[in-house]
C-alpha cells in the first residue's frame, strides 16, 4: 500500500478530517506546519519526497510507527529488501567495485579477523573457568 493510500487510511480509521489534521498538528506544535492541500496531496501520492518532519509530526498525530512512515516514504528499506546480511551489505557497500584479486585480499583480512576473534573467545572462556 502506497505512503498516500495508507496515511488516507489512517486518518479515515481515526476519522479526522484534513482541515483536523492541520489544526492538530498546529495546536500540538509537533514542528511542521501542515496545510490542508499539502495533506490531500500527500494522500494522492503527489509529494514524492515528504520530509522526515512532517512524517514524524502525521507519526505523532495518528499514533502510528514513524519508523514505517519513514519506510513507506523510501527513505528506509522494506526488511524482506535488507536480508539477513544488510549490515555487511552496508559497511562493504563499495565491494563490487573493487578488482576479483582486491576483494579476495579483503577477504582475507576478513578471514583472519574471525578467525582471531575466535580464538581470543576461546582464550577467554578457558581463562574464566581457571578462576
Known amino acids: 500500500m502506497s505512503l498516500g493510500s495508507y ?8 476519522q479526522l478530517s484534513l482541515r483536523g489534521v492541520q489544526r492538530l498538528a498546529k495546536e500540538q506544535r509537533l ?9 490531500s496531496m500527500l494522500e494522492r ?7 522526515p518532519r512532517i512524517l514524524y509530526t502525521l507519526a505523532s498525530i495518528y499514533e502510528v510507527d514513524y519508523i514505517d512512515l519513514m519506510r513507506r516514504a523510501g527513505y528506509i528499506p522494506n526488511e524482506a529488501d535488507m536480508g539477513g546480511d544488510q549490515p555487511a551489505r552496508v559497511a562493504f557497500r563499495g565491494a563490487s567495485q573493487l578488482s576479483k584479486e582486491q576483494q579476495q585480499r579483503v577477504q582475507r583480512m576478513i ?21
Request: charged residues 40%; without cysteine.
Open 31 to 39: 514542528g511542521a506546519e501542515l496545510s490542508s492541500g499539502y495533506l
Open 7 to 14: 496515511l488516507r487510511q489512517v486518518r479515515h480509521t481515526r
Open 45 to 51: 501520492n503527489e509529494v514524492k519526497e515528504p520530509s
Open 111 to 131: 578471514d583472519f579477523e574471525l578467525s582471531e576473534s575466535r580464538r581470543s573467545k576461546g582464550r577467554g572462556k578457558t581463562e574464566d573457568a581457571d578462576v
